[in-house]
């Protein structure tokens, strides 16, 4: 089912959460909504889902007006809520047949369904527990099966991994990864690994609006189109440190040389834009006879594209 | 209709999971037996083969516990934030409180089914008037479903379970007492007003066996009001601006 959202907007009184944002989602993508505390993230979230209405623009789900079919869309929508909100006094079991039934799963389904995500959330030993008495990881694993018990064909998850310990975030990105197959999900997160490790695309989103959108690949080059390298050269023939450096900054490529303090020789060297410098490089080092001891690519990361878009 | 069902059961559940189901039925049959059978104004002082003692106390006793039974309906939902999880459940705000107000409704019923002992009781004691039995059976159902509807309403608008009982309270004793005492005091078409908008006015007739529209027409009003008023209170979150 393929999500559309044209300038939405949300205010809180004056201000605005979230602030005239549009974008699309196509069928069977995974969708990562990134951002710092407050961006708006949750927010149009509830939004899709038909928590809130916007206070402006427009939400489509497959054409489905979100404002005019509430209905239809929450049938098709498993929705996992920041916080992860449940009844505490009921018993995982009894909770997850409440919702296939108030989903709309037929009669001779829900023993399958709730069997099935039992299996798949790994909630076994803990089936029968009432869901207060259970730990946080696994609350997040009931958050996760509600969320899924009606076979939705969108998921909707509000920070999915919040407490639950390594282990058990490595098997939900798995589950995630699997889920987006077929299915359209959009998560949030601030983890940047997360959304890296198991999105399509990322959307990052700052102070109600979109900054950035794209793989995670295209943000990082769109952030930093330069090549960055740390070079390490042994000057054999009596060239002092000075001399090495003016002879890279002599090349046609490079921007920007920088010394460092670690080792001997050693220059942090930016390249111009789309330029790659590393076979001049080589090449100098060839002609002066220099020892070329490292040359190493500094790879952008997501976190300093993150950074630099949000603050 | 399948929703409101699923939700009036996971309503009545959780109070039964959760003891106030018992501590009510017990207090309530508590009160009302010691009342009936037990106090200086019993049935055998009395001598009449009737229940007018027990709807005399479960008129108040009522009053009390139903707001005791809604405050949480709504208020909690809001407070833990489940709120948000059952509205993005296939479900409409109005199924939502009607699930509520039924779940309230089956429990009081429950409660008052405890009592039909007493009735078979007084059978065997005299002649009774069965008109007058299952009326007041009747009004005290009304009534109830009144307060809930009223006290779903105060839950509602707060996310505070002792605000929630209390301002159910405070509308409550309105139509309980207050408009009876102002309505004794007033003459002429405000007095009449007054005397219309008293609980215990309709309560009263029902109870005698009198089944009359204007009577019925009133607590339907008051009951849809409240749900109405809940229902604006659930969904205004979902209002443009």
Redesign the interface.
């Known amino acids: 089912m393929a999500i559309v959202v044209e300038n939405l907007t949300k205010?809180y009184g004056d201000q605005k959460a979230v602030d005239n944002i549009s974008f699309e989602v196509r069928t069977g993508e995974v969708v990562g909504f990134l951002g710092p505390n407050g961006a708006g993230k949750s927010t149009t979230m509830?939004m899709i889902?038909?928590?809130?209405?916007?206070?402006?623009g427009k939400i489509f789900l497959e054409g489905l007006d979100v404002d005019k079919n509430?209905?239809e869309i929450?049938?098709r929508?498993g929705?996992l809520?920041e916080?992860n909100?449940?009844?505490?006094?009921?018993a995982v079991i009894?909770y997850l047949r409440?919702?296939a039934?108030?989903?709309?799963v037929e009669k001779e389904k829900i023993s399958e369904r709730i069997h099935e995500m039992v299996d798949v959330c790994g909630l076994g030993l803990e089936k029968h527990k009432r869901i207060g008495e259970l730990s946080k990881g696994y609350r997040q694993r009931v958050g996760l099966a509600?969320a899924m018990i009606h076979d939705p064909e969108v998921l909707i998850l509000d920070e999915p991994t919040t407490g639950l310990d390594p282990n058990q975030i490595i098997e939900i990105r798995k589950l995630i990864k699997e889920l987006g197959k077929e299915k359209t999900v959009i998560l949030s997160s601030h983890i940047l690994s997360e959304v890296e490790a198991t999105c399509d695309r990322i959307l990052i989103i700052n102070r109600g609006k979109i900054v950035a959108d794209g793989t995670s690949e295209t943000l990082r080059g769109q952030a930093q189109g330069r090549e960055m390298l740390k070079v390490q050269i042994e000057a054999s023939n009596g060239a002092d440190k000075e001399a090495v450096k003016k002879a890279l900054l002599g090349l046609a490529s490079v921007e920007t040389v920088k010394e460092l303090e670690e080792k001997e020789n050693y220059f942090l060297i930016q390249n111009k834009p789309e330029a790659s410098s590393k076979k001049e490089i080589f090449d100098l080092c060839v002609k002066n006879k220099w020892y070329l001891l490292e040359l190493t690519g500094i790879e952008t990361k997501l976190e300093d594209v993150f950074r630099e878009l949000t603050n | 209709m399948?929703?409101i069902w699923?939700?009036t059961r996971?309503e009545l559940?959780?109070y039964f999971?959760?003891l106030t189901a018992y501590v009510m039925i017990v207090m309530f049959l508590g009160l009302s037996g010691f009342f009936t059978w037990l106090s200086a104004n019993n049935i055998f002082v009395i001598g009449q083969a009737d229940l007018q003692v027990f709807f005399g106390i479960s008129y108040w006793t009522l009053f009390f516990f139903i707001p005791a039974i809604t405050m949480r309906t709504l208020s909690e939902e809001k407070r833990?934030?489940?709120i948000?999880?059952l509205?993005?459940?296939?479900?409409?705000d109005w199924q939502i409180v009607s699930g509520k107000f039924l779940g309230s409704l089956l429990l009081v019923v429950v409660a008052l089914a405890c009592t039909i002992p007493y009735y078979i009781t007084v059978t065997r004691l005299g002649n009774v008037d069965h008109g007058a039995i299952i009326g007041g059976y009747f009004g005290l159902i009304l009534m109830s479903a009144m307060y809930i509807s009223i006290g779903i309403f105060a839950s509602s608008l707060t996310n505070n379970q002792i605000v929630a009982f209390l301002l159910a309270l405070l509308i409550g004793i309105f139509f309980h007492i207050l408009f009876e005492i102002m309505a004794s005091g007033s003459t002429g078409l405000i007095g009449n007003v007054l005397d219309y908008l008293s609980v215990r006015t309709h309560f009263e007739s029902l109870s005698r066996g009198v089944f009359d529209t204007r009577d019925l027409i009133y607590f339907a009003s008051f009951i849809l009001a409240g749900l109405v008023l809940s229902e604006t209170m659930l969904s205004k979150?979902?209002?443009?601006?």
């Not at chain 1, 909100?85 to 009921?90: G, K």
């Open positions: 205010k509830k889902t038909c928590y809130m209405a916007p206070t402006e509430p209905e929450k049938k929508i929705y809520p916080n909100p449940l009844y505490t006094e009921m009894d409440f919702c039934e108030i989903q709309g509600q | 399948r929703s699923v939700l996971r559940t959780s999971d959760s833990s934030g489940t948000e999880l509205s993005t459940k296939a479900v409409t979150r979902n209002w443009h601006n």
